[in-house]
């Protein structure tokens, strides 16, 4: 094993440097000697490193120990419940809300086999509480039913994503981890004068990612989504900027620069409603779920005058199927 044997005094602002420059090897254990430490490295030219490191050093050959790798909760499943993997009964992925975690374990994996992965999980990953999937997101209020598997049996938490945090009850609303970006690249487009309108808020992610605004109206038709907002709202000492409307956004009537509709499964049945409430030049970040993106700008064609600002794929939502996101600027 290449090792870098240093004066010990020298030992940690060189560790350092190697770790800044990727020439640490962090798979094994340092080493030590009365008055040298031997530091594990990636094989480099000699003359980089010095010119890196500008102190004395030999490089010399020596066996250092490996260090323990901790396997994870993915590495564990993967090598414990391989059939049920392969079988996609289990999936390897799974979702964080706060000090939560959201397992995908199908109704067919028998219960206690479902709980031993729950525990599993629960040490395995930092957490407080691990739950599962138990249906589809479904119903107008866009929740699924989760059942819990270990640790605390609670479902509220508070979630920090970007630079905000968000109280968020898994049983009572919607909410996905998985969104961060589209929050923090929203966020980051939004002008300092803008009135925007959120009008599917939730508790409040794209809202309180868009505080740069003026002025932003948050509106959800679940009171548990509401009432989450309004604390998420003080939480995030936003109170002078965002507006929580308890109503269904088909009746409220508001203008605003920028309207942002992430409801994928029904948003096309709220496009009038959507360019009613944009100003001219204003923008919509419209959601859908799709085979492809002309399918999903379909709506739009023959009611406005727009141009699209850029589109992408959000993630899968079924084998042939995505959900997209689409940002268009309404002319007239
Ligand atoms: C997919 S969730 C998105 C929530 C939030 N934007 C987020 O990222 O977490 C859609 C939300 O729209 C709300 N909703 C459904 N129909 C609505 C309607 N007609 N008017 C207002 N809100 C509605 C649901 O209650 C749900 O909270």
Do not use: W
Not at 1 to 11: A, H, P, Q, V
Not at 213 to 223: G, K, L
Not at 229 to 242: A, D, G, Q, T, Y
């Amino acid at each position: 094993m290449l090792t870098l044997k240093i004066d010990k005094k020298l030992g940690e602002k060189v560790r350092r440097l190697l770790i800044e420059n990727d020439l640490y090897d962090k798979d094994y254990l340092i080493d030590r000697d009365d008055k040298h430490l031997y530091l594990p490295i990636k094989h480099v030219d000699e003359k980089i490193l010095r010119e890196i490191l500008k102190v004395d050093f030999e490089i010399v050959e020596r066996d250092l120990k490996k260090r323990k790798k901790e396997k994870s909760f993915r590495d564990v499943i993967n090598e414990k419940y391989r059939d049920i993997v392969d079988k996609k009964l289990l999936a390897l992925s799974y979702d964080v809300i706060g000090d939560l975690v959201i397992l995908q374990i199908s109704d067919e994996v028998r219960e206690d086999i479902r709980k031993e992965i729950g525990e599993l999980a629960y040490k395995l990953i930092p957490c407080k509480g691990v739950f599962r999937r138990k249906s589809e997101v479904k119903g107008e209020f866009r929740i699924r039913e989760i059942e819990h598997l270990a640790g605390e049996n609670r479902t509220l938490t508070i979630h920090k994503e970007n630079n905000y945090r968000l109280y968020v009850d898994i049983a009572k609303v919607y909410f996905s981890p998985r969104l961060s970006g589209e929050r923090k690249r929203i966020g980051e487009s939004v002008g300092l004068n803008e009135t925007v309108i959120d009008m599917f808020a939730g508790v409040g992610p794209f809202s309180i990612a868009c505080r740069r605004a003026r002025r932003v109206y948050a509106i959800d038709i679940n009171p548990e989504a509401i009432s989450l907002l309004k604390k998420n709202i003080e939480l995030n000492k936003v109170k002078h900027k965002i507006i929580p409307i308890l109503a269904d956004a088909n009746e409220v009537d508001l203008k605003g620069d920028r309207v942002i509709m992430n409801l994928p499964k029904y948003s096309y049945k709220f496009v009038d409603k959507a360019l009613s409430m944009i100003n001219k030049n204003g923008i919509i970040h419209y959601y859908t779920i799709g085979e492809n993106f002309s399918e999903g700008i379909k709506v739009f064609e023959g009611k406005c005058n727009f141009e699209i600002l850029n589109k992408k794929i959000v993630k899968s939502y079924s084998p042939k199927k995505y959900i997209m996101a689409f940002d268009i600027i309404v002319k007239d």
